[in-house]
């Protein structure tokens, strides 16, 4: 073993124990020998050899022969290795970047819902009462994020599980319908997340409208305990929404909706919202407006409201202006502004720009089926803007299911603005629609455009 002592080299040859005493060491005396001296300066001592042998004993002793034990085979076999799903985090992003904006800020106001049906929907689709609705939520995810990431495979799942939804829809509604089971929420919410699926995907043209048409069918039938305190209001006041574009974009196609028993019974109104009384208005007056396109199809003089009828229409209009503007005012609350350095257009929130919107819209019907002359041609390009000012203020906000609803207003804008570049704007707008998660709805509004643009040409209006 090498020494860890200054020894000399004989004591530590004859490996005698040395006392290290100067010249020359006691032992090294004793034995008449002569003593080389101690070592001076800084010890190396070489271990490779003992160290090396060592490490090669250690791992001769850790390594051990591991045989499979039956037991722990047997239970190995019956694990099952599943890859984690994808469903939590697509679900999560479609809540969070989509369905989140179904409640603009400030609806609640004027619908007066206690509750939204964005926190009614989770609970709704996980407690077992409904598969339909599971699925569809899964299928309109999986849609909105193969939309927003341009992923094929996400789509194909997504049409998928789209499919099997629609199955179950079908069995819950037969049922409905022998055995005069009511129409639930679950039921309701489950046809308004296919139009949400058509509105993104597209599928079949008619089957976006025939989903909404199916939502507002069953709102007639539905018990008025369904409405979960307001949930269906929020619901019915979108649903109308689309009402307004499937009306616009349908070729004078309608099915009745009985939209007077729905509020007074079903969600159990007795004073109507403004933007209910609003889109009455909007409906009856596209009613007309389609009754005008129709006429100019077949290249016939078109027939337009009388002087009578318009003036109802004016001063109902004008009523309900004048009512949303006082109530603003007694809360202090400014609708609309304008900001000269940045020439944009704010307005008090998300729903307000809606409203001001169809307000707009409702004027632009007005003249469309009316008499024009240039007093009223000149407001139109006004109505026009503050569409596109509401447009540009929804899409700044990021307010995704806004588009939906801005649908009807824009479509007007792009058909019938005096106004160039309105036009280019607007249709740009469902353009850069199509690039996202509402390519469906913004296709179906490109086709209109395309259809009677390309139609003959409009021939001169005349009295009743």
Same mark, same amino acid.
């Given at each position: ?34 003593? #080389? ?20 004993? *250690? @791992? ?6 591991? @045989? ?53 929907? #989770? ?44 199955? *179950? ?54 018990? #008025? ?35 007077? @028993? ?10 109507? #919202? ?191």
């Amino acid at each position: 073993m090498p020494p860890r002592t200054r020894a000399c080299a004989v004591c530590r040859r004859k490996r005698i124990k040395c006392d290290a005493t100067l010249p020359r060491c006691l032992m090294c005396r004793r034995l008449g020998a002569e003593c #080389p001296g101690l070592d001076d300066g800084p010890l190396f001592i070489d271990m490779t050899k003992k160290a090396r042998h060592g490490m090669q004993k *250690r @791992k001769r002793k850790l390594f051990v022969d591991i @045989k499979p034990v039956p037991e722990l085979e047997a239970r190995r076999s019956h694990v099952n290795f599943d890859r984690i799903s994808q469903q939590a985090v697509v679900t999560e992003a479609f809540y969070d970047r989509f369905l989140s904006h179904f409640t603009s800020e400030g609806d609640g106001k004027d619908i007066r819902n206690k509750k939204s049906w964005l926190h009614r929907l #989770p609970q709704l689709s996980v407690d077992g009462t409904n598969d339909a609705l599971t699925f569809a939520v899964q299928a309109t995810a999986f849609s909105y994020c193969a939309a927003e990431t341009n992923n094929p495979a996400l789509a194909r799942h997504a049409w998928d599980l789209y499919g099997r939804a629609m199955q *179950r829809h079908g069995r819950f509604l037969a049922r409905s319908r022998s055995a005069a089971t009511a129409v639930t929420l679950h039921m309701i919410s489950t046809s308004v997340l296919f139009s949400f699926f058509e509105a993104m995907q597209a599928t079949n043209v008619d089957a976006y409208r025939s989903h909404v048409y199916g939502a507002a069918k069953m709102f007639e039938v539905t018990d #008025p305990r369904q409405c979960s305190e307001g949930v269906l209001c929020q619901i019915f006041f979108h649903i109308r929404t689309q009402l307004a574009f499937a009306q616009l974009t349908s070729n004078g196609e309608r099915t009745a909706i009985d939209v007077k @028993k729905i509020l007074h019974d079903t969600l159990d109104y007795e004073e109507l #919202p403004i933007f209910q009384r609003l889109t009455t208005q909007f409906t009856k007056l596209a009613d007309a407006y389609n009754e005008v396109e129709s006429s100019v199809a077949r290249s016939k003089r078109t027939h337009v409201l009388d002087v009578e009828h318009l003036q109802v229409f004016e001063d109902e209009i004008k009523s309900l202006w004048d009512e949303y503007t006082e109530s603003a005012a007694r809360s202090g609350d400014i609708l609309t502004w304008h900001e000269p350095s940045t020439s944009t257009t704010h307005f008090r929130d998300g729903f307000t720009a809606l409203t001001v919107a169809y307000f707009s819209a409702t004027r632009l019907l007005l003249f469309l089926t009316g008499p024009q002359h240039e007093a009223s041609h000149s407001g139109l390009a006004d109505d026009c803007r503050s569409i596109l000012q509401a447009a540009l203020y929804l899409q700044t906000c990021s307010v995704g299911c806004a588009y939906m609803r801005m649908a009807a207003p824009l479509l007007l804008v792009a058909l019938h603005t005096p106004v160039t570049k309105q036009k280019m704007v607007a249709i740009d707008c469902f353009r850069s629609w199509a690039q996202g998660s509402m390519r469906g709805i913004s296709d179906m509004a490109l086709e209109t455009i395309q259809r009677k643009q390309s139609g003959p040409p409009e021939v001169e209006h005349m009295w009743l």
